[in-house]
């Protein structure tokens, strides 16, 4: 049974950081692609980053990029979200997904509808 579980969220400081944590369980991540996506409220699900099954290949939404960074230790079935210089508008439910990959280890895609797998999400809320 495929798992994924979020970890990390919290209140955080604009201008603080945040680690978020994604585990699976029940597939072997060498072979999936990880995204991680952000819900404002009252807004859409929107694609924010994600890495390949290899680990080298990423994207990054431009909201985002500069400040987060994206890992994998596939040892660990994980893939972390490191956010960095956090702003009141990084606030929302941030959920990590996963999808086989296809014949090409490095890619990685932000699209919703690419993904299979959810996890139940993880609340971020920069606010002073």
């Known amino acids: 049974q495929v798992q994924l579980v979020e970890s990390g969220g919290g209140l955080v400081q604009p201008g603080g950081s945040l680690r978020l944590s994604c585990t699976a369980s029940?597939?072997?991540?060498?072979?999936?692609?990880i995204g991680w996506f952000r819900q404002a409220p009252g807004k859409e699900r929107e694609g924010i980053s994600c890495i390949s099954s290899s680990g080298r290949g990423t994207d990054y939404a431009d909201s985002v990029k500069g400040r987060f960074t994206i890992s994998r230790d596939n040892a660990k079935n994980t893939v972390y979200l490191q956010m960095n210089s956090l702003r009141p508008e990084d606030t929302g439910v941030y959920y990590c997904a996963a999808r086989r990959r296809n014949l090409s280890a490095n890619y990685c895609g932000r699209g919703r509808n690419e993904y299979v797998y959810w996890g139940q999400g993880t609340q971020v809320t920069v606010s002073s």
């Open positions: 029940g597939f072997t991540a060498d072979y999936y692609i």
